[in-house]
């Protein structure tokens, strides 16, 4: 088990190796890898096992692959010289996690929507085999807009899955703008109560608040669980939270150089 | 028809070309739907977004609502062009558009973009090699893969003039200019493009740049090959492959797509149907799922370069 401070110390790791990747590739999804890192951090410190009780992780929104892929390689699961290789030719590191692929990824992903079906998926199996093992899965809140999603929640509810907790990744962006001009302002609060579904929010940059709402989503019997997590796009640099909409990047001179002063601030601090 | 091959050694970026051609269809007042599901920023008509709202709507990340709301619309008298990559306009909207399209006989204009090798880094999840195969058994479904930006263009245009359903089958990134500006085509009809008498390439999409360049390289060998860029990959054009396959000694067909369902296997067909005796060699995925590279590297790895190709053909030529 780590405390919040070595969980404030696994998230700085894991944004500067995520850093490092993209800025070693020159482009990437940027805002939306960022915005999960403390999630990706309470995680994969303190829920996920690996051992003899298999739990699972899901990334649905799929494109947020490189902070995933540093989270596994700083645990050990991807050798640390494969980890600049991110979309090379033949690399184990694909954009879009891909399960035969990369030591560690549970499930392959990257169509929006599929990610979350895979999660129902497993945690149903698990649970009518009577097998132990929670699934955690990270939805994006543009991705929310799939039909699919609706389609997994209702399942998830319908079917009581109480070893389940999705993940949403409200930062409030999608491609082509924000969420609520692209597409429409939901409140999720509610929209989750309606389908029977226990949500908690909490500020998902921050790992006290995200550890907590955890464990009230852990041991909660017969209902599904929600974790909305508040967060900013691009987290965890300044240059790229004040950004428009840092989705995919193309790294420009100016956006290479804001990487590369964070990297040595968070590597000081 | 009336066209020319561009002397010219000039490139154009293909997403560029659809959102002027879509702008200048509203400017002439053409009741035009553009019509995205969170890939505007992608397609090169974002502007239209901010500058023609009546004529633009972007449905979220919704493919599927996409697809059956945009066939629908055009009920209403719009002309629908919707837009996205590949897999998410084919493979998983394949219902929406058997029903709320192809059954209905609603139009639809589908801009498919980055099919293949073209995804490059997006992977597997965002390649399509199963397209067409997809969309070739949808009744009343029109598939073209340009070329190039003059084929595109008038793509767009004759959609506009006609309705029906197209899939367009295209990269958003520059490829070259094979054709000269005002080139027309005619619906349903490939294009002669090289005349040779041993083997006969065919090919589509950018492809034809492929087999353009292999043609020089047989003629180096002494090996005299016809270049077809089939454009139409359905309605095929029967007549002129029933001509080619006549006159030359083999065929190779070039598609960056799986073997089955593809046009390889159609145009198989037409040659077992007609009973000649000429072989046939396909470029094409051989049955595999798509990854993550450069350009050169995908080529190589799927075996769709120009050197596949040559070799490919002087194999069709061997007794
Ligand atoms: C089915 C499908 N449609 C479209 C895409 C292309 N795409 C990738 S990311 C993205 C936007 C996702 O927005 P969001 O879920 O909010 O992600 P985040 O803000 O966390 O990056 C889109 C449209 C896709 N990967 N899959
Ligand atoms: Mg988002």
Excluded at chain 1, 72 to 95: F, K, R, V, W, Y
Excluded at chain 1, 155 to 181: M, P
Excluded at chain 2, 71 to 92: D, E, Q, W
Excluded at chain 2, 146 to 167: C, M, N, R, T
Aim: glycine share 8%.
């Amino acid at each position: 088990m780590k405390n919040y401070k070595e969980m404030e110390l696994f998230a700085k790791e894991i944004r500067i190796l995520t850093s490092q990747m993209f800025l070693h590739r020159g482009d990437g999804h940027i805002g939306g890898a960022f915005s999960i890192i403390e999630s990706l951090s309470v995680l994969f410190s303190n829920y996920i096992n690996q051992g003899k009780v298999k739990d699972y992780f899901v990334l649905s929104k799929g494109h947020a692959g490189p902070s995933y892929y540093a989270t596994l390689a700083l645990l050990g699961h991807i050798p640390m010289d494969q980890i600049c290789t991110l979309n090379e030719n033949g690399t184990i590191l694909p954009s879009h996690p891909d399960r035969h692929k990369t030591p560690g990824v549970d499930c392959t992903t990257g169509s929006l929507g599929q990610g979350i079906s895979q999660a129902v998926g497993i945690a149903y199996g698990l649970k009518i085999q009577k097998k132990s093992g929670m699934v955690f899965c990270i939805i994006g809140d543009g991705e929310f807009q799939e039909g699919e999603v609706f389609e997994a929640l209702q399942f998830a509810s319908g079917k009581k899955l109480d070893n389940l907790i999705v993940f949403l990744d409200y930062n409030k962006k999608q491609v082509d703008g924000l969420v609520k001009d692209v597409s429409c302002a939901t409140n999720f609060t509610l929209f989750f109560e309606s389908l029977g579904i226990h949500s908690v929010t909490c500020n998902g940059n921050d790992i006290q608040e995200v550890d907590t709402a955890i464990k009230q989503c852990m041991n909660n019997d017969d209902v599904a669980n929600v974790v909305i997590l508040d967060t900013v796009k691009g987290f965890g640099n300044k240059f790229f939270e004040k950004q428009f909409n840092p989705h995919h990047v193309t790294f420009s001179k100016e956006e290479m150089h804001a990487l590369t002063e964070s990297v040595k601030e968070m590597k000081k601090g | 028809m009336s066209w020319k091959l561009n002397k010219a050694n000039e490139v154009e970026e293909i997403r560029k070309i659809y959102g002027l051609t879509l702008e200048s269809l509203i400017k002439e007042g053409k009741p035009i739907m553009v019509c995205d599901a969170d890939l505007a920023g992608s397609s090169g008509a974002s502007f239209i977004y901010t500058k023609y709202p009546n004529n633009s709507v972007n449905f979220g990340i919704c493919e599927a609502n996409m697809i059956a709301a945009a066939a629908a619309m055009s009920m209403t008298g719009l002309k629908p062009y919707v837009h996205s990559f590949a897999p998410f306009v084919s493979r998983r909207v394949a219902d929406q558009l058997y029903v709320s399209a192809g059954f209905a006989k609603n139009d639809i204009h589908i801009y498919a973009t980055d099919p293949g090798y073209w995804s490059q880094y997006n992977g597997a999840t965002h390649t399509t090699f199963e397209d067409l195969a997809i969309m070739r058994s949808i009744p009343g479904v029109n598939i073209v893969a340009p070329s190039d930006a003059v084929q595109f263009k008038w793509v767009l245009e004759y959609y506009e003039e006609h309705g029906g359903i197209f899939y367009n089958r295209c990269t958003r990134k520059p490829i070259p200019k094979l054709y000269e500006d005002g080139s027309t085509f005619e619906f349903g009809k490939a294009l002669w493009t090289h005349k040779g008498t041993d083997v006969a390439l065919i090919a589509i999409g950018a492809s034809v740049n492929d087999a353009i360049q292999a043609r020089e390289e047989l003629s180096k060998l002494g090996i005299s090959a016809s270049v077809i860029d089939l454009f139409f990959v359905k309605p095929i054009d029967e007549e002129l492959i029933k001509q080619v396959i006549r006159e030359h000694k083999s065929v190779v067909t070039i598609e960056n797509h799986n073997r089955f369902g593809g046009i390889g296997e159609h145009i198989g067909s037409i040659i077992a149907n007609e009973g000649v005796q000429v072989k046939l060699r396909q470029v094409c995925v051989n049955d595999r799922y798509g990854e993550v590279g450069d350009f050169k590297y995908l080529k190589e790895t799927f075996k769709l370069t120009k050197e596949d190709i040559v070799i490919a053909a002087i194999n069709s030529l061997n007794k």
